[in-house]
């Protein structure tokens, strides 16, 4: 995954070591699971006090959730699934900004 901030003179800002911990091998499907790993990136590349035009977010080495190996033990994503559904229909509802994204650390 590579994350961009684009400066108000179009000089570019990006890291590409969003996912150097406990999550570099494990694949992700799940919007909130990756937006985790994005503000990371933003984190380190962010600068207090220059002006950004835009910022962007390259996802690579995509596969489709399916190919996922199970475990014995985990909910194989069931919750994650079922939040994801949740928040798509309330923003088919109610508009895109309807559910906005926050974590706690």
Do not use: W
Not at 56 to 65: E, I, N
Not at 76 to 87: C, P, V
Request: aromatic residues 12%; charged residues 30%.
């Amino acid at each position: 995954m590579v994350v961009m901030l684009k400066g108000k003179d179009f000089v570019r800002y990006s890291t590409r070591e969003v996912f150097k911990d406990e999550y570099e091998c494990q694949e992700l499907d799940f919007e909130l699971d990756i937006l985790k790993f994005v503000f990371k990136g933003f984190e380190k590349i962010y600068q207090p006090g220059v002006l950004y035009r835009s910022c962007g977010t390259v996802l690579d080495v995509l596969t489709f959730s399916s190919k996922e190996q199970l475990t014995l033990f985990g909910d194989n994503g069931q919750k994650s699934e079922k939040l994801a559904s949740a928040i798509d229909k309330l923003e088919r509802l109610h508009g895109k900004n309807a559910v906005k994204v926050g974590f706690l650390d």
